[in-house]
């Protein structure tokens, strides 16, 4: 038997998981780094926090790019 990668073939339970995580962690990460309601978040000392919210982007961008490849090449059943 061998192990399924999340990341490689994700379940529609892994994408509503790690979307809702992506959503709760970016906007913590940006309300707790900046002053959001006082302040411009566009400065130049936050683009160490915008590195990190564009990686983890990315991965869920991947997450749902191999969800729909994965969902795409499967065969349908009868």
């Known amino acids: 038997m061998t192990k399924k990668n999340i ?10 998981v790690f979307t809702l995580l ?9 309300l707790s780094v900046t002053d959001l309601f ?4 566009f400065q130049k ?3 160490p926090i915008f590195i ?13 790019y191999n969800y729909f490849k994965n969902k795409k090449n499967q065969p349908i059943a009868s």
């Open 52 to 64: 990190i919210v564009l990686a983890s982007s990315r991965m869920v961008a991947k997450l749902y």
């Open 38 to 41: 006082t302040k411009s978040v």
């Open 45 to 47: 000392r936050y683009i």
């Open 22 to 30: 992506w959503m709760v962690s970016v906007i913590l990460i940006t």
């Open 7 to 16: 990341l490689q073939n994700p379940t529609k339970t892994n994408l509503i």
